[in-house]
């Protein structure tokens, strides 16, 4: 079946911009995850979703980052007022929410660049 | 803070066993060892994970040690196409919650 997919694969925009960008978890995965990587680093946490609900937003680095996932399938990442060090590759994860170990799924990500 | 330790590179032969050594230290009881990989421009991709039994599935083998403080994830017979950057990852079990990512290995396969 089909994996996780992220749209749009690149996005540029300018500093004080408005930005959304998607993801679609595979069929019937419950969880859904957004990372986000700085080159040359591993991913770093932002949200975690549990159906339509945010389980842990934790990692959001402050309140210009805003996700949803309202109907517990698609899922947008939301920054208002792009600042240039928002500039990284945005990684979506889906697992099947079940208890027990399991593996993420990962989409190809979005290269976020603000100038 | 990641709870893993991994070198930042290795090289390795084509065709020949990759080895690549994790420690965590740290690790509690109900934590386990996941792998994942990460070629150039591609989302992480699953490995392997395990407990404290040794496991293998048909991309690698994951040997843990019997005081689980540290782990090798091995490549048997390594490609080309193994290059990428490894993640030695710990997280609890019975969570579906984040993975805390270090820097990984970036493990380079020479013809």
């Known amino acids: 079946g089909a994996g996780v997919s992220q749209t749009p694969s690149n996005k540029v925009t300018e500093k004080g911009k408005y930005v959304e960008l998607r993801c679609d978890p595979i069929s019937g995965h419950t969880a859904l995850y957004w990372y986000r990587q700085s080159l040359g680093q591993g991913p770093e946490f932002l949200i975690y979703f549990q159906g339509t609900g945010a389980a842990d937003d934790s990692g959001l680095p402050n309140d210009r980052f805003f996700a949803v996932r309202p109907e517990g399938s698609v899922s947008t990442l939301k920054i208002q007022r792009t600042e240039r060090g928002d500039s990284a590759v945005y990684l979506c994860?889906?697992?099947?929410?079940?208890?027990?170990?399991?593996?993420?799924?990962f989409g190809p990500g979005t290269r976020l660049t603000v100038l | 803070d990641a709870k893993t330790t991994q070198p930042t590179s290795m090289d390795c032969a084509e065709g020949r066993a990759a080895n690549l050594p994790c420690n965590h230290s740290?690790?509690?009881?109900?934590?386990?060892v996941y792998w994942y990989r990460q070629i150039h421009s591609q989302g992480p991709q699953y490995i392997i994970h395990g407990l404290k039994n040794n496991e293998t599935n048909e991309m690698a083998s994951l040997i843990i040690t019997e005081d689980r403080k540290s782990s090798t994830l091995i490549l048997p017979h390594a490609t080309l196409r193994d290059t990428a950057v490894y993640y030695c990852?710990?997280?609890?079990?019975?969570?579906?919650?984040?993975?805390?990512w270090g820097a990984g290995t970036k493990l380079i396969i020479k013809p």
């Open positions: 740290t690790i509690s009881g109900n934590e386990y």
């Open positions: 990852i710990v997280r609890e079990s019975d969570s579906n919650y984040q993975l805390i």
């Open positions: 994860a889906s697992s099947s929410g079940l208890a027990g170990a399991n593996e993420q799924f």
